[in-house]
């Protein structure tokens, strides 16, 4: 395949889908390798980052699927310097692991406090630090982090630890963003808003009673656009900003939410 991101490598972690459809992790790898990269598909289920590879291949395109636990600081560090080992090299980093955990101040677990700053934030640290000496020797690269606009507004559900743990994120990129700039490498975050995955109806539906319809009504009222986004909204952002046509873009958390942010 030729496209923007000929000749590239992507790796993108998190890149299978908790369930039906189209997650942002999923159709994010499936669009690099429409614009032209080879992808190396990771997740902690071997068998769905295979079949997100199988989707690619089946394209005509290239990718390898592997499992990986990102909050292992042992699994990645030994994960990294193969995929670099067997491709040559990494020029795309697209981190998407992460969880809505549920719970307020008072009532969250200190272990759910816990698992969801290394799923959300401690996890890309982990892949950041390990890819980024590659880049810095090869005087390039992108790095895009999946956080939410979560972050940086309240979207009515009880999950501080999910909030914090996604603005840390969006900091962390922007420090990759400064740091890493006189070596050519580029980071952003994109924060999608409200979205219409596999994800919402695995992690989101409880707080709806687990009533889908009213689900998807009550988020798509939310959106000034009137409907939800979905993973391929996420994925269109993610391959301009990982292509040249963003060469001048880093150190922005860009939202993908249909104006949802721009509200008071």
Not at 6 to 14: D, L, P, T
Not at 30 to 42: N, Q, S, T
Not at 53 to 72: P, R
Not at 74 to 82: I, M, T
Request: net charge negative; glycine share 12%; proline share 4%.
């Amino acid at each position: 395949m030729s496209g923007r991101l000929s000749g590239k490598v992507a790796v993108v972690f998190g890149a299978g889908s908790i369930g039906p459809g189209w997650g942002n992790g999923k159709a994010s790898a499936v669009k690099y390798a429409r614009e032209g990269a080879r992808v190396v598909v990771i997740d902690i289920k071997l068998a769905a980052a295979s079949e997100t590879a199988a989707i690619i291949d089946g394209e005509g395109g290239q990718a390898q699927a592997l499992e990986c636990d990102v909050t292992d600081q042992a699994q990645v560090a030994e994960l990294v310097p193969a995929i670099i080992r067997g491709h040559g090299r990494i020029d795309i980093l697209h981190n998407n692991v992460g969880a809505p955990i549920m719970g307020s101040i008072e009532d969250i677990p200190i272990a759910d406090w816990d698992r969801a700053q290394d799923l959300n934030l401690r996890g890309t640290f982990l892949t950041c630090r390990a890819v980024l000496p590659h880049m810095k020797e090869n005087r390039g690269g992108v790095i895009t982090n999946i956080s939410s606009i979560a972050a940086i507004r309240h979207t009515g559900y009880p999950y501080a630890a999910y909030c914090a743990s996604k603005a840390g994120l969006n900091q962390l990129t922007v420090s990759i963003a400064l740091e890493y700039a006189p070596f050519g490498i580029r980071a952003n975050t994109i924060m999608p808003g409200m979205m219409d995955t596999p994800h919402i109806y695995q992690a989101i539906a409880g707080q709806y009673e687990n009533d889908r319809q009213a689900m998807v009504a009550q988020r798509s009222a939310l959106c000034p656009m009137g409907r939800m986004g979905t993973g391929w909204d996420v994925a269109n952002a993610a391959a301009f900003l990982a292509s040249d046509e963003a060469a001048y873009i880093t150190g922005v958390n860009l939202p993908v939410d249909g104006g949802i942010t721009c509200r008071i």
